[in-house]
C-alpha cells in the first residue's frame, strides 16, 4: 500500500499582496457577501462552517492523491462518486505484481468484520498459499500474452490481489466525509490503512480545517 500527494488547489489571486492558501481560497469563496472578503484571517470562520455544516464552502478547493493498492480494495474506493478517478488498466498495461496480505480471523458475529484471532499454523498456511496462487497465476497470465491472448482477455487470470494504482481527485468537502467513514474502524484494515495515510496528507495541506474536525 503506497499513498502520495499529486496535486491540491493552486489559487491564483492575492489578499494582502499574499498568495492564498487552498483554505484561504475556501475562506474568501466564503465571503462572497462580505464586504469584507479579503480578510487574510480565515481559521474562526472555517470553524463556523464546520460546525454550522456549512459544507458547500469546502468544495471550492480540490485534492488528488496516488494510491497503490489491490484490485481487492480499488472498488471500496470507487464506490466513493463524489470523486474522479483514474485507474491502471489491465487492459492496455501488463499487470507486474501480486499483493501480500496478512490473513484474519472471520468475526461471526459480524459478515463485514475480521480478527486476528489465527494461529500460526493457519496464518502459515494462508501465506503459503498465497505464494502458490501468485506464482501460478502469474505463470499463466504472461504465457497467454505470449501466446497473443489479449490482454483484457488474460487478466481473468488473475486474483484480487493483482497490484493496482489510481488517481483519486475530490474536494475537501469529499475528502472529510471519505476520511471520516474510511479511517473507522468498521473499515477493511486494508483500505483503512490507506485512509489513515490519506489523512496524514489532508492534515499537512489542510490543517486549519483538520483541527476544526478534532484530527490531530
Not at 47 to 62: L, Q
Not at 135 to 145: C, K, T
Not at 197 to 203: C, G, R
Request: charged fraction near 25%.
Amino acid at each position: 500500500m503506497q499513498v502520495r500527494l499529486i496535486s491540491v488547489t493552486a489559487p491564483l489571486i492575492r489578499v494582502d499582496s499574499q498568495e492564498l492558501t487552498p483554505e484561504g481560497l475556501m475562506a474568501y469563496c466564503a465571503r462572497v457577501s462580505s464586504p469584507h472578503q479579503e480578510t487574510p484571517d480565515y481559521e474562526k470562520l472555517l470553524g463556523y462552517c464546520i460546525a454550522k455544516k456549512h459544507w458547500s464552502v469546502f468544495e471550492m478547493a480540490d485534492m488528488t492523491v496516488e494510491i497503490v493498492t489491490s484490485r481487492a480494495i480499488s472498488p471500496q474506493i470507487l464506490r466513493h462518486r463524489s470523486f474522479q478517478f483514474q485507474e491502471f488498466s489491465q487492459r492496455y498495461a501488463r499487470a507486474q505484481e501480486i499483493e501480500h496480505y496478512e490473513p484474519r480471523g472471520q468475526d461471526s458475529n459480524n459478515r463485514q468484520n475480521s480478527l486476528e484471532n489465527l494461529d500460526d499454523v493457519t496464518i502459515a498456511w494462508f501465506e503459503k498459499a498465497q505464494k502458490e496462487v501468485a506464482v501460478l497465476a502469474l505463470e499463466r497470465y504472461n504465457a497467454a500474452l505470449e501466446k497473443g491472448i489479449a490482454k483484457e482477455c488474460a487478466r481473468v487470470l488473475l486474483p484480487l490481489g493483482t497490484r493496482t494504482k489510481l488517481y483519486m481527485k475530490g474536494s475537501v468537502r469529499s475528502w472529510i466525509h471519505y476520511l471520516e467513514v474510511r479511517t473507522d474502524r468498521s473499515t477493511q484494515k486494508e483500505h483503512r490503512d490507506i485512509a489513515l495515510e490519506i489523512q496524514k496528507v489532508f492534515m499537512e495541506q489542510f490543517p486549519v480545517t483538520s483541527a476544526a474536525l478534532g484530527w490531530g
